[in-house]
């Protein structure tokens, strides 16, 4: 791994430390970087704030296994190696998705699916998502990311599979026809 990887990996353990006493939009990065044992210039190098931190930890986490749908995952198989990640690294999670602010991680998981869910349709299908599909896999995405973040919440009772089945059942009809047609179920 190469220099700057691993101080951006300590920072986020850093964060991750902070998080367990201390509310998101509590933390300064005056805290992070400190308990990281690097300069605040460094963190500035790296990231544009504490949101973008997370948000980046959030992707090195997750990224990969939503890379593997429709290739040799299913969104179901997808889902549920996600909430297992987040599932493991349970206080980090909790904290993230209590914060409201403006780049938050609600946000950016909403944003990252969504377009993540519209460029795989559109490199599977060979053709832009029509305005229909582009509304139904919008309101598929906030609704998925609200309940993802109500079982984080509310101490993930329901083991990953259960909850990645429950989300892939929630899905529109017209929007799982879709999936289902290019093979993400």
């Known amino acids: 791994m190469e220099k700057q990887e691993k101080t951006r990996y300590r920072l986020a353990e850093s964060v991750k430390e902070c998080m367990k006493v201390t509310p998101v939009d509590k933390i300064t990065v005056k805290e992070i970087v400190e308990g990281a ?5 460094t963190f500035y190098r790296n990231f544009l704030d504490k949101y973008d931190l997370i948000n980046w930890y959030f992707d090195k986490l997750v990224l990969a296994c939503f890379e593997q749908i429709g290739v040799s995952h299913t969104v179901e198989e997808s889902l549920t190696q996600k909430l297992t990640f987040i599932q493991e690294e349970k206080a980090f999670f909790m904290g993230a998705f209590r914060s409201d602010d403006h780049n938050s991680l609600k946000e950016h998981d909403f944003e990252l699916i969504l377009r993540f869910y519209q460029d795989l349709i559109s490199r599977k299908s060979l053709r832009p998502v ?6 139904l896999l919008e ?3 906030q609704g998925s990311v609200y309940m993802t973040v109500k079982w984080i919440l509310g101490g993930m009772k329901e083991k990953p599979e259960e909850m990645a089945r429950k989300l892939v059942e929630a899905m529109p009809p017209k929007l799982e026809r879709v999936f289902a047609q290019l093979g993400l179920l």
């Not at 044992?37 to 210039?41: H, L, N």
């Not at 029509?130 to 509304?135: G, I, M, Q």
Request: charge should be negative.
């Open 37 to 41: 044992g690097v300069a605040r210039q």
């Open 130 to 135: 029509e305005e229909e599909v582009r509304f």
């Open 139 to 141: 309101m598929y995405c």
